[in-house]
């Protein structure tokens, strides 16, 4: 897997719903929390919670699915192996 294919799978996880499922739900649950006062209360507030929830996922994407995969030539499709001792691996 080759930088351009590792930036498509980023693409592919960002463009994905659940993402932005994932960012509503964290800025639903940060707003009822009363998370970081500086957002305040009401639409505005849970608009920029929701922004910073979208960027929190998207710089993650970038950094674990792109960028530090390519540096050390690493694959970001790891699959967790369910059985076995460390001699398995």
Do not use: C, E
Not at 14 to 27: H, K
Not at 30 to 37: A, E, I, R
Not at 41 to 62: C, E, H, L, P
Not at 63 to 73: E, G, K, Q
């Amino acid at each position: 897997m080759d930088a351009y294919d590792k930036f498509q799978l980023f693409l592919a996880n960002t463009a994905d719903p659940l993402s932005f499922i994932g960012a509503a739900w964290n800025a639903g649950a940060s707003q009822m929390s009363h998370d970081d006062k500086t957002y305040r209360m009401g639409a505005a507030g849970y608009g920029k919670r929701y922004s910073a929830a979208v960027t929190d996922n998207v710089t993650s994407a970038f950094f674990s699915t792109f960028l530090y995969p390519s540096l050390f030539h690493q694959d970001p499709r790891y699959y967790r192996q369910g059985a076995g001792g460390f001699k398995a691996v």
